[in-house]
Nanobody, 127 residues
Framework: QVQLVETGGGLVQAGGSLRLSCTSS????????MGWFRQAPGKERECVAV?????????YYADSVKGRFTISRDNAKNTLYLQMNSLKPEDTAVYYC???????????????????WGQGTQVTVSS
């Protein structure tokens, strides 16, 4: 069972930046698709960004974060990152990282496709 641990959340003013990190226990981390999801109070969990396994190396961003957020991974450190710039109050949510054994070239956006989840980290953006 893969374990994921997120760090880096916090309180920031609008326009500020945060970097989230997610460390995976997977022995073969490069072969996993990795995603960042978020859930705001009263809303459904949504996919924010995805980076696929080493065999395809694609990325996806939700329209709401495109141009402001960057997903990346350091396979040598078993770590996933989400650099969040120009933060807005509507980015306030609990952010989760998730993993899925990679195969092919499909980018998976549904949360029920991922089989390992971190505990979540709170991001709060004040106006």
């Amino acid at each position: 069972q893969v374990q994921l641990v997120e760090t880096g959340g916090g309180l920031v003013q609008a326009g500020g930046s945060l970097r989230l990190s997610c460390t995976s226990s997977a022995r073969n981390f490069p072969t996993y698709d990795m995603g960042w999801f978020r859930q705001a109070p009263g809303k459904e969990r949504e996919c924010v960004a995805v980076i696929t396994w080493i065999g395809s190396t694609n990325t996806y961003y939700a329209d709401s974060v495109k141009g402001r957020f960057t997903i990346s991974r350091d396979n040598a450190k078993n770590t996933l990152y989400l650099q969040m710039n120009s933060l807005k109050p509507e980015d306030t949510a609990v952010y989760y990282c998730a993993s899925l054994r990679g195969a092919g070239f499909t980018i998976h956006l549904r949360d029920d496709e991922y089989d390992a989840w971190g505990q979540g980290t709170q991001v709060t953006v004040s106006s």
